[in-house]
């Protein structure tokens, strides 16, 4: 057992506790219902158009809230619409 006990500072135990209050539990949109599993496709652009940033990158998990499969999945649709001239790979310099 140590005699030291580890400090934490009041600031941090504030910034926690004020996350974990708006922070809302993820889900995967695709995991809820098969219709929009199904819907998961090259051809949907506008659906695809979602996981985007406005450089044309593909959102990351943890901000999508994707599950592992289903994030691959999208990742693989946005590629194969991109080869097939439907989404650009970049934004367009201005």
């Known amino acids: 057992m140590s005699k030291f006990k580890l400090k934490v500072s009041s600031r941090l135990l504030k910034k926690k506790i004020r ?3 708006y922070l809302t539990p ?3 949109r ?3 219902s098969d219709e929009q ?6 051809k949907n652009v506008n659906l695809l158009r979602i996981f985007l940033t ?6 990351p998990q943890r901000v999508s809230g994707n599950c592992l499969f289903h994030q691959r999945m999208l990742a693989t649709q946005i590629k194969v ?6 989404l ?4 367009m310099h201005v």
């Open 26 to 28: 993820k889900h995967c």
């Open 19 to 21: 996350k974990q209050s």
């Open 81 to 86: 619409s991109r080869s097939m001239a439907l």
């Open 30 to 32: 695709f995991c809820g």
């Open 37 to 42: 599993e199904a819907n998961l496709d090259y």
């Open 88 to 91: 650009p790979f970049c934004s």
């Open 54 to 59: 406005e450089r044309n990158k593909i959102l």
